[in-house]
C-alpha cells in the first residue's frame, strides 16, 4: 500500500541531525507495517524487536545503557548481523519496555550512527511515570488513519490521485463529480489501513463494515488492558457518548449526556486519557479568534470526534446504501460524518490544531478555525451543495476577516473573501496571499425573516475572473438570446432533458452564480411565472467565445 509517510521517512533517513525517530498513533492506523514497508524498500536488512514477544528483550535495557552490549543481544535475538551504515532497527510495542525508551538517549548521544525506528501505541498513558523521557534526543512522526489522498492512491486506477496532486482549480471541476462519488465511498470505507486493504482485494463493503466493528471492539478491550482500572467506566461512557453528541445540530460535548448530573471534574481523566491514545481528536472553542488562537481557547467548551470517519459510520451502524446513495434519511448526523471527515483530513495533512467558534447568543457558529501562518481561516463545513454561508457572514462582519472558506460537495470557487472547496479538496486550503485568483467583490443578501441566513452572492466578474461554460450552457446562452425563459423550457426544450432539481443545479444555477443570467421577478423567486434572462454581463459574453 502507499503511504504519504513514508516521503516523510525518506528525509529522516537522509538528514544529517537525524535522531532515534518514535512513530506515534493509534493502534490499528498502521505503524507496524510502514516501519517494515521502509526498511524493505530503503535498506539491506531489517533488525525487528516486538517487545510484547521477548521477555529476553524486555530485560535488555534494566542493569545499563552500554550500547555494543544492546547492539549483541538484537544480534542475538533477531539473527541479523547490525550494519550501521545498512541495517534498519526497528523497535515495535515499545512501551512494553519503558527503559528501552530511554535508551534512545543513548543511541543518539553515543552512537548516532545507527538507523533506530521505535513505535509503540497508547505511548502516553502506558509508560511508567517514573520512566526518563530522552526529550529532545528523539524525532517523532505522527501516524494518522489514511487520508482521501491515500485513498485514491490505493483504490483508484484512474489517476484522480494525479488529478488532487496538480492542485489544478480547473481540472478539478472536469472531474467534480468521480471525486465525489470516491469521496462518498471514503465516507463508508473510512482510512484504516485493514479496511481498505480487504476492500481492494475483495471489493466487499460488508466484509470491510465487519472489519471496523473489530478494530472497534478492539479499542474497547484497549480500555480495560492499559487504562486505570477506576477510570474504565468512565472512559466507556465517554466514548459511547460521542456518537450521540456529534448527532445533535449543537455538537458541544455535554456532560450531562454521559451520564445525568455528571460534572466535568467527573470525566476530565477520561477523556484526557481517550485523546492521549489518539483514539479521540478534541476541538475546544475559542473566545475570540486572535492570533495566537490557543491564546483564546476555551478549555471547559469543546467538542470531541473520534480518529476514523469509517469507524464513526460503523459505530451507528450506517449502511452503505445510506452513505452511497445521498440518503435523506440522514440529518445532522450528516453534518457530523462531513466535519469528522474535514477535521480527519487537518489533522493528517496540515498537521495543525484546529479549533471552532459560536457566538454569544449561539445563532452563529463556525466549524473550524486554524490558523496558518499568521492567518487565522475561518471554515464553515456543508455536507452537500447548500452554499448558504450565514455563519461565515456574521464572522466576517464582526471580526473583519478577509479571507473564509467554505467546504462543500459543490465544485471550485471564489469571490473576493470566500473561497468554496469542494470537501475532497480541503488539503488545498491555503493562505490568502498564496492564493491569487483575481476576483471582484462579494455582496451578501440577507433575508428578512433570517438575517443569519444569506443567500449566495451574484457574482459581479471582471476582466480577470475565469468562465467556465460547458456545452450544454453554451446552448442556454444562445436560447437566451432573445427572451427569457422559464426553467421548464430551458430543460426541456432547450437541453432535451427532464425538468429536475438535478438538472437545473448542473446547468442553469452555475449559470446564475457566475452573473450570466438572472431571474425575471427577482423579489419573488418561486413564481409561477419566473423566468431567467441574459444579464447584461451574459449579453456582453455573446460577443466573443466562452472558455
Known amino acids: 500500500m502507499k503511504r504519504n509517510a513514508l516521503h516523510e521517512l525518506e528525509i529522516w533517513k537522509n538528514s544529517t541531525r537525524r535522531k532515534p525517530l518514535i512513530i506515534k498513533g493509534a493502534r490499528q492506523v498502521g505503524k507496524t507495517w510502514i516501519m517494515k514497508e521502509f526498511g524493505k524498500t530503503h535498506y539491506q536488512q531489517v533488525a525487528y524487536i516486538n517487545f510484547e514477544q521477548s521477555e529476553i528483550l524486555k530485560t535488555t535495557f534494566v542493569t545499563d545503557f552500554n550500547i555494543q552490549r544492546i547492539i549483541r543481544v538484537l544480534q542475538i535475538e533477531t539473527g541479523i548481523q547490525i550494519d550501521p551504515t545498512n541495517t534498519l532497527?526497528?523497535?515495535?510495542?515499545?512501551?512494553?519496555?519503558?527503559?528501552?525508551?530511554?535508551?534512545?538517549?543513548?543511541?543518539?548521544?553515543?552512537?548516532?550512527?545507527?538507523?533506530?525506528?521505535?513505535?509503540?501505541?497508547?505511548?502516553?498513558?502506558?509508560?511508567?511515570?517514573?520512566?526518563?523521557?530522552?526529550?529532545?534526543?528523539?524525532?517523532?512522526?505522527?501516524?494518522?488513519?489514511?487520508?482521501?489522498?491515500?485513498?485514491?492512491?490505493?483504490?483508484?486506477?484512474?489517476?484522480?490521485?494525479?488529478?488532487?496532486?496538480?492542485?489544478?482549480?480547473?481540472?478539478?471541476?472536469?472531474?467534480?463529480?468521480?471525486?465525489?462519488?470516491?469521496?462518498?465511498?471514503y465516507y463508508y470505507l473510512g482510512g484504516m489501513p485493514e479496511v481498505i486493504a480487504s476492500y481492494i482485494e475483495n471489493n466487499n463493503l460488508e466484509q470491510a463494515r465487519e472489519i471496523q466493528k473489530r478494530i472497534l471492539s478492539g479499542y474497547e478491550q484497549d480500555f480495560s488492558k492499559h487504562a486505570p482500572i477506576e477510570i474504565v467506566p468512565r472512559i466507556r461512557l465517554v466514548w459511547n457518548a460521542i456518537l450521540k453528541q456529534l448527532s445533535k445540530e449543537n455538537k458541544k460535548f455535554i456532560y450531562n449526556t454521559v451520564r445525568p448530573g455528571a460534572r466535568a471534574k467527573d470525566f476530565e481523566t477520561a477523556i484526557n486519557w481517550l485523546a492521549d491514545t489518539g483514539l479521540i481528536?478534541?476541538?475546544?472553542?475559542?473566545?475570540?479568534?486572535?492570533?495566537?488562537?490557543?491564546?483564546?481557547?476555551?478549555?471547559?467548551?469543546?467538542?470531541?470526534?473520534?480518529?476514523?470517519?469509517?469507524?464513526?459510520?460503523?459505530?451507528?451502524?450506517?449502511?452503505?446504501?445510506?452513505?452511497?446513495?445521498?440518503?435523506?434519511?440522514?440529518?445532522?448526523?450528516?453534518?457530523?460524518?462531513?466535519?469528522?471527515?474535514?477535521?480527519?483530513?487537518?489533522?493528517?495533512?496540515?498537521?495543525?490544531?484546529?479549533?471552532?467558534?459560536?457566538?454569544?447568543?449561539?445563532?452563529?457558529?463556525?466549524?473550524?478555525?486554524?490558523?496558518?501562518?499568521?492567518?487565522?481561516?475561518?471554515?464553515?463545513?456543508?455536507?452537500?451543495?447548500?452554499?448558504?454561508?450565514k455563519s461565515l457572514k456574521v464572522f466576517v462582519e464582526k471580526f473583519k476577516a478577509t479571507h473564509a472558506v467554505r467546504t462543500s460537495m459543490s465544485p471550485y470557487r471564489i469571490v473576493d473573501w470566500l473561497e468554496n472547496i469542494p470537501l475532497y479538496?480541503?488539503?488545498?486550503?491555503?493562505?490568502?496571499?498564496?492564493?491569487?485568483?483575481?476576483?471582484?467583490?462579494?455582496?451578501?443578501?440577507?433575508?428578512?425573516?433570517?438575517?443569519?441566513?444569506?443567500?449566495?452572492?451574484?457574482?459581479?466578474?471582471?476582466?480577470?475572473?475565469?468562465?467556465?461554460?460547458?456545452?450544454?450552457?453554451?446552448?442556454?446562452?444562445?436560447?437566451?438570446?432573445?427572451?427569457?425563459?422559464?426553467?421548464?423550457?430551458?430543460?426541456?426544450?432547450?437541453?432535451?432533458?427532464?425538468?429536475?432539481?438535478?438538472?437545473?443545479k448542473h446547468h442553469i444555477e452555475?449559470?446564475?452564480?457566475?452573473?450570466?443570467?438572472?431571474?425575471?421577478?427577482?423579489?419573488?423567486?418561486?413564481?409561477?411565472?419566473?423566468?431567467?434572462?441574459?444579464?447584461?454581463?451574459?449579453?456582453?459574453?455573446?460577443?466573443?467565445?466562452?472558455?
Open 425 to 504: 479538496a480541503i488539503n488545498l486550503i491555503e493562505t490568502k496571499e498564496s492564493n491569487q485568483v483575481k476576483v471582484t467583490k462579494l455582496t451578501y443578501n440577507s433575508r428578512e425573516d433570517n438575517p443569519f441566513i444569506v443567500n449566495e452572492p451574484k457574482l459581479n466578474y471582471n476582466q480577470y475572473a475565469k468562465i467556465q461554460i460547458t456545452e450544454e450552457q453554451q446552448k442556454i446562452i444562445n436560447y437566451l438570446k432573445n427572451k427569457s425563459k422559464k426553467r421548464k423550457d430551458i430543460l426541456e426544450d432547450c437541453l432535451k432533458i427532464s425538468n429536475q432539481t438535478k438538472n437545473f
Open 281 to 389: 481528536y478534541k476541538v475546544n472553542r475559542v473566545e475570540s479568534p486572535k492570533y495566537p488562537l490557543i491564546a483564546y481557547a476555551d478549555l471547559d467548551v469543546f467538542k470531541l470526534f473520534i480518529l476514523d470517519i469509517g469507524l464513526l459510520g460503523a459505530m451507528g451502524d450506517l449502511s452503505s446504501k445510506t452513505l452511497l446513495n445521498k440518503n435523506k434519511i440522514l440529518t445532522e448526523f450528516k453534518g457530523a460524518l462531513t466535519e469528522q471527515y474535514v477535521l480527519q483530513s487537518l489533522n493528517s495533512n496540515k498537521k495543525i490544531r484546529t479549533y471552532y467558534w459560536s457566538s454569544d447568543s449561539g445563532t452563529a457558529e463556525i466549524d473550524f478555525l486554524i490558523q496558518l501562518e499568521d492567518q487565522i481561516i475561518p471554515i464553515e463545513v456543508k455536507a452537500e451543495e447548500n452554499l448558504q454561508a
Open 89 to 185: 532497527i526497528l523497535f515495535d510495542e515499545i512501551q512494553e519496555a519503558p527503559k528501552g525508551i530511554t535508551a534512545l538517549k543513548y543511541f543518539y548521544e553515543n552512537a548516532p550512527e545507527y538507523h533506530i525506528i521505535a513505535a509503540g501505541s497508547l505511548l502516553g498513558v502506558t509508560i511508567h511515570p517514573n520512566t526518563s523521557f530522552p526529550v529532545g534526543k528523539v524525532d517523532f512522526l505522527d501516524l494518522y488513519p489514511m487520508d482521501f489522498d491515500e485513498f485514491l492512491q490505493n483504490t483508484n486506477p484512474n489517476g484522480l490521485h494525479e488529478v488532487l496532486q496538480q492542485k489544478d482549480k480547473e481540472l478539478l471541476t472536469i472531474y467534480h463529480e468521480r471525486l465525489v462519488e470516491q469521496l462518498r465511498l
Open 510 to 547: 452555475p449559470l446564475i452564480e457566475q452573473g450570466i443570467i438572472e431571474l425575471t421577478i427577482k423579489d419573488k423567486p418561486k413564481s409561477q411565472n419566473q423566468q431567467y434572462q441574459l444579464t447584461a454581463f451574459g449579453k456582453n459574453q455573446l460577443k466573443q467565445p466562452l472558455t
